[in-house]
């Protein structure tokens, strides 16, 4: 099967600064891809080289076979993009919004008016099809956003940070409606600053930092990439979490981590369970009050901080700029 993706070293610069450098990557099609880094790293650049928005500097970059440089046409035919804010007219009704994006993709009133209709049942909008999206909440908007995009029934959607903003009710409906998309059939891919997101919704993430994919898998595998455990304590009083810190950071392969607000010590173990049964003789014999001791592999964001010596980006600030209107045809 051809991939829906693939990037062989594939350079882009702005002036001084380079984007990607030397990009290598292949992504098969039926699937979410996640494309995770730290600010800056390049990920709304691949977005636009894969929207043809903009052309690589060097390298060859292909969606399901085209050649976004040789074939641009031929890779927008194929693609649907939602960028990074919701691009829908407020003082229009839902399904006139969709209406009319689908009469920029050249389909008739009848078509468009039918398109319209099936994409909003496929999003769970056809009981607020008719009011205005002034009125609609953030979730609603994102929601429409990407039927916007799914107008012209794409291959690939393209979701750029689509969640940034949106309350966690709001991002929980969004994400129904990206797995209900990837169910029938589209493919995705998607930046997000959000780890749990990433975690929740990929088959596949591919990991950038300064411009290349340094870890490419999926999420249990990544996880499994760092070779380390974590030995998690939950305490019933915080006045001891300096004590539980400094027990476990004589069994870490580094200091613990304290989070007063949540009363847990963390530390990254290199091995099992016997360095679990370490620990615990240590907080027995400092007649320690516990109320839970896990031995689990680290979390996305861990993983992350592992690859790249950067925490995860803080999803409050889009790190690179907006994409442009959602759903309008691209070039």
Do not use: C
């Not at 194929?78 to 009319?100: D, K, P, W, Y």
């Not at 689990?296 to 409050?316: K, N, Y």
């Amino acid at each position: 099967m051809t991939p829906m993706i693939q990037a062989s070293g594939v350079v882009k610069r702005f002036g001084a600064t380079t984007a990607l450098d030397g990009l290598e990557l292949v992504a098969d099609q039926g699937q979410v891809l996640a494309v995770l880094g730290p600010n800056g790293a390049g990920k709304t650049t691949l977005v636009r080289l894969i929207a043809t928005l903009t052309r690589p500097d060097a390298g060859t970059l292909r969606v399901f076979g085209h050649d976004v440089a040789r074939q641009p046409l031929a890779v927008q035919a194929s693609i649907g993009l939602a960028g990074q804010f919701a691009a829908v007219e407020a003082t229009m009704t839902g399904r006139e919004n969709l209406e009319m994006v689908a009469r920029l993709f050249g389909q008739d009133r009848a078509t468009a008016r039918a398109t319209s209709t099936g994409v909003l049942a496929q999003l769970g909008l056809v009981e607020v099809a008719d009011r205005l999206v002034r009125t609609y909440s953030g979730g609603m908007r994102r929601k429409l956003d990407l039927g916007a995009s799914l107008v012209g029934t794409p291959r690939l959607l393209l979701l750029d940070e689509p969640t940034t903003g949106l309350d966690p009710a709001s991002r929980l409906e969004l994400w129904d409606a990206i797995r209900r998309l990837v169910g029938q059939g589209t493919s995705v891919l998607l930046t997000t600053q959000y780890l749990e997101e990433a975690d929740r919704l990929a088959d596949q993430i591919v990991i950038i930092d300064r411009g290349r994919a340094i870890a490419h898998g999926t999420p249990a595998e990544l996880k499994q990439r760092t070779g380390h455990n974590v030995i998690e304590v939950r305490l019933r009083d915080r006045g001891a979490l300096a004590q539980v810190a400094q027990a476990l950071t004589q069994v870490g392969s580094g200091p613990a981590q304290l989070d007063e607000a949540t009363r847990r010590v963390t530390v990254v173990v290199a091995g099992g369970t016997n360095q679990l049964t370490r620990v615990l003789p240590a907080l027995e014999r400092r007649a320690i009050a516990l109320e839970e001791v896990a031995l689990r592999q680290p979390r996305l964001d861990e993983v992350f901080l592992a690859l790249t010596g950067h925490p995860p980006p803080q999803p409050e600030a889009p790190a690179d700029d907006p994409v442009g209107p959602a759903g309008a045809p691209v070039g």
